[in-house]
């Protein structure tokens, strides 16, 4: 073998000593773990890791991850404001829709196509009623109800609700014909008390059709404390947000556009009637709107908000909640005023009401000659009584 020479070895050290580089580097890469086959973590992962890992040299910037938005505060409004409220709305709408079908039930008023709507909306009201103790006791201490109970509620809501709002339009369509079509609407008498009866079973149905997806997707979940009614679905947020869409639609806008096209020329037509009444009439019909507009907008308003925008600051999460828990009250108390917007301040309904006390005996032959009105003026009748109308109050 050739004796190696001075370059050669020098050589030699050099290649030996970076192969003995390598090989260390190599090694310790085995022994970092690499990030590969590990999804992309979130930010709330990130806290997480952070939190549980303190890394006294870390630099990155939290301020900006979205936290959770704590709503003790609005849970506890909540159980003392909606209870109170339900069962006040409760026993006002019970007392005045009991009246109005006491009335027609005692008196058998059955007549026009508006005796069966208003009694129809009587039943819808008094439906809608009934669900708001059940809501009470569970804001108040979870649902304690089952979850067939929570169906039904869900159902029978949904569709009192639904078919109210359309009977409500169907009586001011009921009335355009009454008094802006009189001529055809009395020589067609029979024919609108059929189609009113109609109507009304076809808007139950409907009614009960659109509740349908509350009846699917409603269940029991269960909570801290016990289990809570609600909607149950994989696409909740697609499925709230189908729903409350129709609604607005179906219980506010389209009932808004059909009473206020009808109230408007209903109007018009009274202003060139020559008759003593016809002023008051149209005050009836003005507070008829507003009283919609001002007890069904502020809540629509609200639903509308949370469904197109997505609120992530946590203070105006927390104020919609409220907003919507009070305006939402303030829409259940339609069920409270449509007796006497509807049927309380028309001239019969004070009629029958006090020949019914005097036949209880709660009422003196004095007292009914003052408080009733046997029989109304000609000049009154055609803004407070026609033919075709049990009173003409919207």
């Given at each position: 073998?050739?004796?190696?020479?001075g370059?050669?070895?020098?050589?030699?050290?050099?290649?030996?000593?970076?192969?003995?580089?390598?090989?260390?580097?190599?090694?310790?890469?085995?022994?970092?773990?690499?990030?590969?086959?590990?999804?992309?973590?979130?930010?709330?992962?990130?806290?997480?890791?952070?939190?549980?890992?303190?890394?006294?040299?870390?630099?990155?910037?939290?301020?900006?991850?979205?936290?959770?938005?704590?709503?003790?505060?609005?849970?506890?409004?909540?159980?003392?404001?909606?209870?109170?409220?339900?069962?006040?709305?409760?026993?006002?709408?019970?007392?005045?829709?009991?009246?109005?079908?006491?009335?027609?039930?005692y008196?058998?008023?059955?007549?026009?196509?508006?005796?069966?709507?208003?009694?129809?909306?009587?039943?819808?009201?008094i439906?809608?009623?009934?669900?708001?103790?059940?809501?009470?006791?569970?804001?108040?201490?979870?649902?304690?109800?089952?979850?067939?109970?929570?169906?039904?509620?869900?159902?029978?809501?949904?569709?009192?609700?639904?078919?109210?709002?359309?009977?409500?339009?169907?009586?001011?369509?009921?009335?355009?014909?009454?008094?802006?079509?009189?001529?055809?609407?009395?020589?067609?008498?029979?024919?609108?008390?059929?189609?009113?009866?109609?109507?009304?079973?076809?808007?139950?149905?409907?009614?009960?059709?659109?509740?349908?997806?509350?009846?699917?997707?409603?269940?029991?979940?269960?909570?801290?404390?016990?289990?809570?009614?609600?909607?149950?679905?994989?696409?909740?947020?697609?499925?709230?947000?189908?729903?409350?869409i129709?609604?607005?639609?179906?219980?506010?806008?389209?009932?808004?556009?059909?009473?206020?096209?009808?109230?408007?020329?209903?109007?018009n037509?009274?202003?060139?009637?020559?008759n003593?009444?016809?002023?008051?009439?149209?005050?009836?019909?003005?507070?008829?709107?507003?009283?919609?507009?001002?007890?069904?907008?502020?809540?629509?308003?609200?639903?509308?908000?949370?469904?197109?925008?997505?609120?992530?600051?946590?203070?105006?999460?927390?104020?919609?909640?409220?907003?919507?828990?009070?305006?939402?009250?303030?829409?259940?108390?339609?069920?409270?005023?449509?007796?006497?917007?509807?049927?309380?301040?028309?001239?019969?309904?004070?009629?029958?009401m006090?020949?019914?006390?005097?036949?209880?005996?709660?009422?003196?032959?004095?007292?009914?000659?003052?408080?009733?009105?046997?029989?109304?003026?000609?000049?009154?009748?055609?803004?407070m009584?026609?033919?075709?109308?049990?009173?003409?109050?919207?």
């Amino acid at each position: 073998m050739r004796q190696l020479q001075g370059s050669d070895f020098l050589l030699l050290v050099f290649i030996l000593t970076l192969l003995q580089v390598d090989s260390s580097q190599s090694d310790t890469e085995a022994s970092i773990p690499t990030n590969s086959g590990i999804s992309p973590s979130t930010p709330e992962l990130d806290r997480m890791e952070n939190s549980t890992n303190e890394d006294p040299f870390n630099t990155m910037d939290y301020s900006n991850f979205i936290e959770q938005c704590k709503k003790a505060d609005v849970r506890v409004f909540r159980s003392k404001f909606l209870p109170v409220m339900y069962f006040i709305i409760c026993f006002m709408g019970l007392a005045g829709n009991g009246l109005v079908m006491l009335r027609y039930l005692y008196f058998k008023r059955l007549k026009t196509g508006t005796d069966y709507y208003m009694v129809n909306l009587a039943i819808a009201d008094i439906v809608f009623l009934c669900t708001l103790p059940f809501w009470a006791v569970s804001i108040h201490n979870n649902w304690i109800f089952g979850s067939e109970m929570c169906k039904v509620i869900f159902c029978l809501y949904k569709m009192s609700f639904i078919s109210g709002m359309f009977l409500l339009m169907s009586v001011s369509i009921e009335r355009y014909f009454a008094i802006v079509q009189a001529p055809s609407a009395h020589r067609h008498r029979s024919k609108t008390v059929l189609i009113s009866k109609l109507s009304s079973v076809c808007i139950w149905v409907l009614a009960f059709t659109l509740s349908i997806p509350e009846l699917i997707n409603s269940g029991v979940l269960p909570v801290d404390e016990g289990e809570m009614c609600n909607l149950i679905s994989t696409n909740f947020y697609i499925l709230n947000v189908t729903l409350k869409i129709i609604q607005m639609i179906l219980g506010f806008l389209l009932p808004l556009i059909i009473m206020s096209l009808c109230y408007s020329m209903i109007v018009n037509t009274l202003l060139r009637a020559r008759n003593f009444e016809k002023y008051k009439a149209i005050k009836v019909i003005l507070t008829i709107v507003i009283a919609f507009v001002v007890f069904q907008l502020p809540y629509n308003s609200v639903m509308l908000v949370k469904t197109v925008y997505n609120v992530t600051v946590c203070t105006s999460s927390k104020n919609l909640d409220i907003a919507e828990d009070v305006t939402y009250s303030l829409a259940c108390l339609r069920c409270c005023l449509n007796p006497f917007l509807y049927a309380i301040i028309g001239v019969k309904f004070r009629n029958d009401m006090c020949k019914f006390f005097k036949d209880l005996g709660c009422l003196s032959q004095e007292k009914f000659a003052q408080w009733s009105t046997a029989k109304p003026s000609k000049r009154s009748s055609f803004a407070m009584d026609t033919e075709t109308t049990t009173t003409f109050s919207p």
